[in-house]
Nanobody, 126 residues
Framework: QLQLVESGGGLVQPGGSLRLSCTAS????????IGWFRQAPGKEREGVSC????????NYADSVKGRFTISRHNAKNTVYLQMNSLKPEDTAVYYC???????????????????WGKGTLVTVSS
């Protein structure tokens, strides 16, 4: 049974950086796309980024392009989300998700997720 565990969240000032990690156990991530999602208080969940199994293809939400970078280290069974130039509107619980495909969805992020982590809280505030 695949389990995903997110880590790296915390409190950071506007303009600061955090790196989130999504580590899997039970199944190798080598063959699967992985995505990051977030949900702010009172808002719907939104897709943030996705990376293909090979790491050659990445997608980003417009709201984070140029500030966030997704990467993966298959030998460590881990996917990362480097978040720079953080803004208060980035405050949310961040979740990683496993896709049942080696490629990210062709449009958007909300298709084909089959396993989720429990999330890690990111708070951007002065």
């Amino acid at each position: 049974q695949l389990q995903l565990v997110e880590s790296g969240g915390g409190l950071v000032q506007p303009g600061g950086s955090l790196r989130l990690s999504c580590t899997a156990s039970g199944v190798t991530l080598d063959y699967w796309a992985i995505g990051w999602f977030r949900q702010a208080p009172g808002k719907e969940r939104e897709g943030v980024s996705c990376i293909s199994s090979s790491g050659d293809s990445t997608n980003y939400a417009d709201s984070v392009k140029g500030r966030f970078t997704i990467s993966r280290h298959n030998a460590k069974n881990t996917v990362y989300l480097q978040m720079n130039s953080l803004k208060p509107e980035d405050t949310a619980v961040y979740y990683c998700a496993h896709y049942s495909d080696y490629e990210c969805p062709s449009m958007g992020f909300d298709y084909g997720m089959d396993y989720w982590g429990k999330g890690t809280l990111v708070t951007v505030s002065s």
